[in-house]
């Protein structure tokens, strides 16, 4: 059965596995939440060494660059903070030191909700999308568990709500109207991803005309499924 409109959640947790894509999976609804007063952590898996289409590039000084990217995109939205755990971008999985350190966050952070990927799309050819995803399952099941990381010193913490972005059997939308924009503002602070994500290269003013379009498509798209004019599409897990 189709769900829209949670209630405003007072805590939320996003992990996404690169910089950015927070911004495409849930951007809206986060500045939604945060704008009615819920407080939103992010946390970033890998460090976004490889997300450049020049081979010349230096890893280290993209590393630096997709940080404050992501750190700008996160003040549009509202974001109160961001971590970042640094995996080698294209090499995380799910060894017990990531475990750890994803439970860790959940812990620290106690939200109620947590957005992540969705682990099953096999149309999601990026093994870090297919990967975090099941991470962050994982790590939510140590971390409610005491006897999971017991040396971390923090108060397990169970979360009411998972809801997966990029599912392709989505089955909650959020409303996102008013903020939208936000969305596709927060997207354009990853400059560094212009032209190997958002397709702005060569023709700046009419690429940029068609990126827009592109994610304003997206959330009508997403939006008709509930009967709206533009929404955020998620799968959600309550069994937890």
């Known amino acids: 059965m189709l ?3 949670l209630a405003v959640p007072e805590r939320v947790l996003a992990v996404g596995a690169h910089p950015d894509d927070i ?3 849930c951007g809206a ?3 939604k939440w945060a704008d009615a007063g819920a407080t939103i952590h992010c946390c970033i898996c890998t460090d976004g060494s490889k997300g450049s289409w020049d081979p010349d590039a230096d890893p280290g000084a993209l590393v630096a660059t997709r940080i404050a990217e992501q750190e700008d995109a996160a003040a549009v939205l509202g974001v109160k903070a961001v971590e970042f755990l640094g ?3 294209g090499e995380l999985d799910d060894a ?7 439970a860790a966050v959940i812990r620290r952070t106690r939200p109620d909700v947590v957005f992540t990927h969705d682990p099953a799309p096999i149309a999601r050819i990026h093994p870090d999308h297919r990967r975090a995803g099941y991470l962050v399952l994982d790590a939510i099941v140590a971390a409610r568990d005491p006897l999971f990381f017991p040396e971390q010193g923090l108060e397990p913490h169970r979360p009411s709500l998972v809801l997966l972005f990029e599912s392709e059997q989505p089955d909650h939308v959020e409303r996102i109207d008013a903020t ?3 969305k596709i503002a927060s997207l354009l602070r990853h400059r560094s991803q212009w032209r190997s994500t958002m397709h702005i290269d060569d023709r700046p003013e009419e690429q940029h ?3 827009v379009r592109e994610v304003r498509d997206t959330a009508a798209a997403h939006g008709l499924r509930a009967g709206v004019r533009t929404g955020e599409a ?4 309550t069994d937890l």
């Open 180 to 182: 939208v924009d936000r």
């Open 234 to 237: 998620f799968r959600r897990f």
């Open 96 to 102: 017990l030191d990531a475990r750890e350190a994803v």
């Open 3 to 5: 769900t829209t409109d």
């Open 209 to 211: 005309a068609a990126f």
């Open 29 to 31: 609804t986060i500045a």
């Open 87 to 89: 995996y080698v971008d």
């Open 23 to 25: 911004e495409f999976g």
